[in-house]
């Protein structure tokens, strides 16, 4: 069952709301966010940074309840090693992965970075969102640690260049590119958004 983006908006805002009671801060990335700054498509795929450390793990899983699957244990572990876990909202089976990144200077930025958006229609949802220039950065450095072989990040990437052009802060993008050793790959995209 794939949730409608009524039923995936309304586990999203309980997430979000349980964040903001444990005040954790987030930022919404992938997919999700390619999608809001570049060439729209359907996705229920939902990416969050967070600033998660294992002390929030109980109180996360205590505070989102019983309308989710959220492991304890999973979640301590992701804070610990800077892996990620998911979060599922039983009635729709909408999954939202989280990737704690407090303790990565790029995580730090994205985080000090993020914009508050309003999204959805008949009920709107506010919520943080990652900067484009964040966006396309780690969808870049998810490319490379993927082989290069991802068509979807590829375009994504280039859909938000392209979108967002002479909005992009270019310097900030090339610092970032050279420290994250994808300056290669941001200089071929922009020559190919360029060139659309």
């Not at 997919?31 to 940074?49: C, F, H, M, Q």
């Not at 914009?115 to 008949?122: A, E, K, Q």
């Not at 709107?124 to 950065?137: A, C, F, G, K, N």
């Amino acid at each position: 069952m794939i949730p409608n983006e009524a039923e995936f908006l309304e586990a999203l805002r309980k997430v979000i709301a349980a964040f903001d009671e444990l005040a954790i801060q987030y930022a919404v990335g992938g997919s999700y966010a390619s999608s809001l700054y570049g060439e729209a498509r359907a996705t229920r795929d939902v990416g969050l940074i967070a600033a998660v450390a294992g002390r929030h793990a109980g109180p996360l899983v205590a505070t989102l309840g019983s309308g989710f699957y959220a492991d304890e244990a999973q979640i301590a572990a992701a804070a610990q090693n800077q892996g990620s876990f998911n979060l599922i909202h039983m009635d729709t089976m909408s999954k939202i992965d989280v990737y704690p990144v407090w303790r990565t200077e790029f995580g730090v930025t994205q985080l000090a970075r993020r914009r508050p958006t309003r999204v959805g229609g008949g009920v709107p949802l506010d919520l943080y969102v990652t900067s484009p220039e964040d966006i396309v950065l780690a969808k870049l450095d998810w490319y490379r640690q993927g082989g290069e072989q991802s068509d979807r990040q590829w375009r994504d990437v280039l859909g938000v260049l392209r979108v967002q052009s002479n909005a992009l802060d270019r310097v900030y993008l090339e610092y970032w590119a050279k420290r994250l050793r994808i300056s290669d790959l941001l200089n071929r995209a922009l020559k190919v958004a360029e060139g659309l």
